[in-house]
């Protein structure tokens, strides 16, 4: 790897220090594979004592961004995620892969079902996809935030006519997805 190139590594990654790397913008192909890459040569080669991941993420593809949690989820070092901005949608998936979860007092949380955008939504092929993804979604925010089915189901559907639910650091406090302590305040 060429580290005179890294786009998303911050800083100088040594080994028994922290790095940090950001994952900002779309969960696409393009994205993941690259994040992934660096990631796993932070993992792997440069073996620091703790990778933080800051996130600020729209969201994006549910498989690319199931890489980039798979990837995350079995690093044998410990690694933060911390929202910068918002981790929405498959953004928000990405940062559960953490060990330690943390939100600044600004940032959003996003939660919502999977769909699939300019195709036919009665296929049945379409429908059993979508399906599966809300399942596989479902799965992770039940495991990673210890709440009950019922719960993250009424969160990713949302109230009334909302397409999921925004959460600030505050909600995701309350709702029992965060720890109050894992809430990084703003300095006046």
């Known amino acids: 790897m060429d580290i005179n190139k890294l786009k998303y590594v911050v800083g100088k990654a ?26 796993l040569w932070l993992q792997n080669c440069v073996k620091p004592s703790k990778i933080v991941v800051l996130i600020n993420s729209d969201g994006g593809s549910v498989m690319y961004g199931m890489s980039t949690f798979s990837i995350i989820q079995s690093c044998p070092i410990e690694v933060d995620c911390i929202i910068e901005g918002i981790a929405a949608s498959m953004g928000s998936v990405i940062w559960t892969a953490g060990d330690n979860l943390y939100m600044h007092d600004y940032s959003i949380l996003m ?17 059993n996809m979508v399906n599966a993804f809300r399942t596989q979604i479902e799965t992770v925010y039940v495991k990673r935030f210890g709440l009950t089915k019922e719960k993250v189901r009424a969160i990713m559907d949302g109230e009334g006519e909302a397409d999921g639910t925004y959460l600030s650091a505050k909600e995701a406090v309350k709702a029992g997805i965060l720890p109050a302590d894992h ?5 006046k």
């Open 14 to 39: 040594e080994a028994d220090s922290p790095a940090i790397i950001r994952f900002f913008g779309s969960v696409d192909s393009c994205s993941t594979e690259c994040f992934n890459e660096e990631f």
């Open 111 to 127: 939660i919502h079902n999977p769909f699939v955008y300019d195709k036919d939504t009665q296929d049945e092929n379409i429908k």
């Open 183 to 187: 809430v990084i305040k703003t300095s």
